[in-house]
Nanobody, 122 residues
Framework: QVQLVQSGGGLVQPGGSLRLSCVASGSIRSINDMGWYRQAPGKQRELVAGITSGGSTNYADSVRGRFTISRDNAKKTVYLQMNSLKPEDTAVYYC????????????????WGQGTQVTVSS
């Protein structure tokens, strides 16, 4: 069984920083795109940042310049460095990955982390 396990998050003051990590484990053939999503109370889930297997990145306009997504393919890990945090960044953050398990034919499907709360408040 493939699992994505998140760590990081918590309570931070405005202007502070947090780093989220997400580690994939299990019977994994390959990992394609990875990303971070967030969902605030009463709001729809939104894509925060994405990264391809080759390292190309994209960001939501609301976080561009403040957040940085990266990945370590050897460790099967994706990170989200969050700087200059604002109260509006408060949400549950989820990692996501397109993963191919050891089956034929190849098929990539989405897996999700368990989510972690990020609260930005003074």
């Amino acid at each position: 069984q493939v699992q994505l396990v998140q760590s990081g998050g918590g309570l931070v003051q405005p202007g502070g920083s947090l780093r989220l990590s997400c580690v994939a484990s299990g019977s994994i053939r390959s990992i394609n795109d990875m990303g971070w999503y967030r969902q605030a109370p009463g709001k729809q889930r939104e894509l925060v940042a994405g990264i391809t297997s080759g390292g190309s990145t994209n960001y939501a306009d609301s976080v561009r310049g403040r957040f940085t997504i990266s990945r370590d393919n050897a460790k099967k890990t994706v990170y989200l460095q969050m700087n200059s945090l604002k109260p509006e960044d408060t949400a549950v953050y989820y990692c996501n990955a397109g993963i191919v398990v050891w089956t034929t034919p190849w098929f990539s499907k989405d897996y999700w982390g368990q989510g972690t709360q990020v609260t930005v408040s003074s």
